[in-house]
Antibody
Framework: QVHLLESGPGLLQPSQTLSLVCTVSGGSISRGVSYWSWIRQLPGQGLEWIGYIYHNGLTYYNPSLESRGNISVATSKNQFSLTLTSVTAADTAVYYC??????????WGQGTMVIVSS | EIVLTQSPATLSLSPGERATLSCRASESVRSSLAWYQQKPGQAPRLLIYDASYRATGIPGRFSGSGSGTDFTLTISSLESEDFAVYYCQQRTNWLSFGGGTKVEIK
């Protein structure tokens, strides 16, 4: 059974860069036709797709991020990462990593809360 | 961008009742629609993919239907653990989620 686990700082100041890592266990990130994804949920709100990456490095991003986001993959570590530059309070959210298989997210991490505050 | 509109925003029902949740897309997503359940403090869980296929381990009381722009998630007989928020999601044109329907105990 594949498991995903997010890690990263819980608190940032405005204008800093957010860096999160998702560690995948129970299966290789390089196998199959899965895309590895980041999704966030603002407090009390719905889900927002950030982007996803294939193991060869091919990426797709939500245009609403205005090029602030970057997703990378480290196949040797079975990890993928999210960086989000110039964060503001509007980036305060729970960030999830998830596996996109076909057109649906079939496996999710537990989520990590990120607060942006001065 | 395809906008997914879920209705109603809140559904108040009793255990044992039938729940019918709607998701409408601003343009056709063919059958590329998924449904998720989210409980407080938890990550979403995939229920239905490709509009009508139950994900692994999902009870038979959950069913999905529809194609094109109109989709329905039906819970045939609500159990206590089914009271949660439900989201739909498409990946035909980029990727987007609906705003969610909260199923609460009446």
């Amino acid at each position: 059974q594949v498991h995903l686990l997010e890690s990263g700082p819980g608190l940032l100041q405005p204008s800093q860069t957010l860096s999160l890592v998702c560690t995948v266990s129970g299966g290789s990130i390089s196998r199959g036709v899965s895309y590895w994804s980041w999704i966030r949920q603002l407090p009390g709100q719905g889900l927002e797709w950030i982007g996803y990456i294939y193991h060869n490095g091919l990426t797709y991003y939500n245009p609403s991020l205005e090029s602030r986001g970057n997703i990378s993959v480290a196949t040797s570590k079975n990890q993928f990462s999210l960086t989000l530059t110039s964060v503001t309070a509007a980036d305060t959210a729970v960030y999830y990593c998830a596996r996109l298989r076909g057109d649906a997210f079939d496996m999710w991490g537990q989520g990590t809360m990120v607060i942006v505050s001065s | 961008e395809i906008v997914l509109t879920q209705s109603p925003a809140t559904l108040s029902l009793s255990p044992g009742e039938r729940a019918t949740l709607s998701c409408r897309a601003s343009e056709s997503v063919r059958s590329s629609l998924a449904w998720y359940q989210q409980k407080p403090g938890q990550a979403p869980r995939l229920l239905i993919y490709d509009a009508s296929y139950r994900a692994t381990g999902i009870p038979g009381r959950f069913s999905g239907s529809g194609s094109g722009t109109d989709f329905t998630l039906t819970i045939s007989s609500l159990e206590s653990e089914d009271f949660a928020v439900y989201y739909c999601q498409q990946r035909t044109n980029w990727l987007s989620f609906g705003g969610g329907t909260k199923v609460e105990i009446k």
